[in-house]
């Protein structure tokens, strides 16, 4: 049996950043001013795209604009000391476009910067995306969502179309900052992310993705800083996490809609990463119904007062799936407020639908944690137990023993709390 990183060499190989010609389109030669871009940046795009593409430059200084549409072949570059501003007026977000929210399919508002069925696109620069996101525009509609998301469940369960959820004006699901869906050859590199209205960066059914030193600093109501759905061969190198929500989750679809597009999220690496706030570092799940597999985390940096868990799995019997093949190691990790790892299949609704979901081969070598709560909480089914959770190399110090039920641990050089653990009822 080989160790299972020589799987992460594949998707090095694999992932390959898209090029793009070099041509420049500044889009102040397309009629974008600072008090008014939107147009101008279409204009700008339609003629990148046009002539086999090239960069869409936003020159340094403050740019208001709504939503943004890509298109292949177009890197849109947002030069350093360039803010693209996103309004916060609703309307500026139509048409609504074919989206997921929560892992479920849906026609919404747009995304701030949106793209559909595009190959080689790239958003780069050392700009910022300000997304102007507060408690009196997109946050506060997470006080004012759950009857249209609790609609948009129905829908999905009873099988109603997709072009028949029809969202956006005059309801309250928040729209994605970054969204391309069903795209080849993606790009996004070094952009400062803030004030976002929901979850940040969310690539959904792509392929060939590389996300690389971007800053995500906004910490409003379920702003994940990277959400992948359904996606395949996927790199996320060297990037800070100061996010709302989970730093990266990955995830698969949900429920009715995860069984009928049932794509999984597969062959992703994450290195190099510092993840400081707010629940899990790494996340698979909770929208987890088309499975997720081959998962590789290395020497990134975990940590801080407000963050609960440094890999979280988690599912139950109505979203089901499956994780496995995830592999961590070389992770420093200062303080989380929970456990290490949590893996349990009774979060949300529990053992309470007719779907059984497993979770297998997960490996942790060479974690140093320095503090937190628990090491383990980990909660299997008994028909479904957790199989082959491996430790190896790990040193923990914590306040409170692990919770183990229905799961298959194995340990070769772990400490808790300066004690060796060779048994799993050492950690209890």
Known sequence: ????????????????????????????????????????????????????????????????????????????????????????????????????????????????????????????????????????????????????????????????????????GGHHLRSSFIQPYECTNVLIEGVTIVRSPFWQVHPVLCRNVTIQ??????????????????CRSVVIRGCTFDAGDDCVALKSGREADGLLVNVPTEDVLIEQCVMRVKYGAITLGSDLTGGIRNVFVRDCTIGGPSLYFGLYIKTNAIRGGFAENVYLKDLTISN?????????????????????????????????????????????????????????????????PSTVQHAALSFDNVTVNGHPITDVHQLR
């Open 213 to 230: 030193r971007v800053v995500i600093d906004s910490q409003g109501p379920n702003n994940d800083g990277v959400d992948l759905e359904s």
């Open 1 to 168: 049996m080989t160790d299972g990183w020589s799987d992460a060499d594949r998707i090095l190989a694999d992932v390959r950043p898209p090029t793009f010609p070099g041509r420049d389109f500044p889009i102040t030669e397309y009629g974008a001013t600072p008090d008014n871009a939107t147009a101008g940046l279409a204009h700008a795009i339609r003629a990148c795209h046009e002539s086999g593409g090239g960069r869409v430059v936003v020159p340094p200084g403050v740019w208001r604009t709504g939503a943004i549409h890509l298109r292949s072949g177009v890197n849109l570059h947002v030069s350093e000391g360039a803010t693209l501003l996103f309004s916060t007026d609703p309307a500026l977000y139509l048409p609504v476009v074919k989206t997921r929210y929560e892992g479920l399919e849906v026609y919404n508002y747009s995304p701030l910067i949106y793209a559909n069925g595009c190959t080689d696109i790239a958003i780069t620069g050392t700009g910022t995306l300000d997304g102007q996101a507060g408690w009196d525009n997109w946050w506060g509609w997470f006080h004012s969502c759950d009857e249209d998301f609790g609609q948009l469940r129905q829908q999905a369960a009873f099988g109603i179309p997709v072009t028949e959820r029809v969202y956006g």
């Open 336 to 400: 989380l407020t929970k456990e290490v790892v949590q893996c349990n299949f009774f979060r949300g609704e529990g053992d309470t639908g007719p779907l059984t979901p497993y979770v297998r081969n997960v490996e942790l070598r060479g974690i140093k944690v320095e503090r937190a709560r628990n090491a383990l909480m980990l909660r299997g089914y008994r028909r479904s137990p957790i199989q082959d959770f491996r430790l190896i190399d790990c040193s923990f110090t914590v306040d409170a």
